[in-house]
């Protein structure tokens, strides 16, 4: 059986919080790869309000079985009252790819 992998967005409100946060998943073996993309402009509704952030975006690869893992470490470092952890699966990707998240994370 596939392990179920997924794809992990985090929004964060500097590129060393992405990188303290992406740093414990990978030494975790929480996640097999962490992309930190700077200079994400967000928009969003907050407290009855729409607001906006300059933001860096952490994407995450990892198996759907460490999910929760991932979830408690970020919200652990972050600093946000409601980060955004949102987890997309992996409808397909090359085998050695796949492979590789599944034994990157055991």
């Known amino acids: 059986m596939r ?7 985090v929004t964060c409100s500097s590129r060393e919080e992405a990188e303290t946060i992406a740093g414990a998943l990978l030494s975790g073996k929480i ?7 700077p200079d994400v402009k ?5 407290k009855g309000r729409i ?3 300059d933001e860096t ?12 893992k991932a979830e408690k470490a970020v919200r652990r470092l972050h600093s946000y009252e409601v980060p955004e952890i949102i987890a ?7 085998k ?3 492979g590789w998240i599944t034994k990157s994370v055991k």
């Not at 392990?3 to 967005?9: P, Q, R, T």
């Not at 996640?31 to 993309?37: E, H, S, Y």
């Not at 967000?42 to 907050?46: L, R």
């Open 3 to 9: 392990a179920g992998h997924i794809v992990i967005f």
């Open 31 to 37: 996640a097999a790869c962490a992309n930190i993309i």
């Open 42 to 46: 967000s928009n969003f509704w907050w």
């Open 51 to 53: 607001d906006s952030a």
């Open 57 to 68: 975006l952490l994407v995450l690869k990892t198996t759907k079985r460490n999910f929760r």
């Open 88 to 94: 997309l699966p992996i409808a397909a990707g090359s």
């Open 96 to 98: 050695a790819y796949l």
